[in-house]
């Protein structure tokens, strides 16, 4: 089975800050690649399929890039309200294997 | 706009099955040809997910679960359910249900949550 990577782990900016998340795949994905946000106490929330589709109603400072192997979800200027857990997935076929997180705070 | 509604038992006993049912409104689950999800969260730990179920019985399950997981679908109820046996402490979790954005197709990311509920598995 695919296994998926984040990294960091964790990570502190300031608000305003560009963030960015990694994702990696052991194997292509092609661009079958998502990306939800979780905050605290609250349900998970797509933000990116396609590995780069913004899902509707999210802000324009998410975005995200890749194909194959390497992904990037970018925060371009980092809001109190972006504090969270972000996660990837992958879904090209099962098992969706989720990646391991990447909780973002304000420093 | 369809909604999905978790519920079941929050707590369930060591050995025992935990049973939650999925509840969608808003939409007819025979109309919708989903393959409709399981996820869960663990206290401290990321997004695990379960498995996902299709109307028609084609079912993908997560191997390390596969042994002790069903999902199943009840068309009259507009409900669809999950069953994991066995459970241990491990199996503590938000559980949540989920909506692929696609239909036909396990191949897509998931866009509708219900609220989760937790299951704390404990004597």
Redesign the interface.
Known sequence: ?IQMTQSPSSLSASVGDRVTITCRANQGISN?L?W?Q?KPGK????LI?GASTL?SGVPSRFSGSGSGTDFTLTISSLQPEDVA?Y?C?K???????????TKVEIK | QLQLQESGPGLVKPSETLSLTCTVSGGSISSNPYYWGWVRRPPGKGLEWIGSFHYTGSSYYNPSLRSRVTISIDTSKNQFSLKLRSVTVADTAVYYCARPRGRNSASFAFDIWGRGTKVTVSS
Do not use: C, K
């Open positions: 089975d079958f998502a939800y979780q349900v998970p929330e797509l399929y899902q857990t996660y997935q879904y090209n076929s099962a098992p969706l294997t989720f990646g391991g997180g």
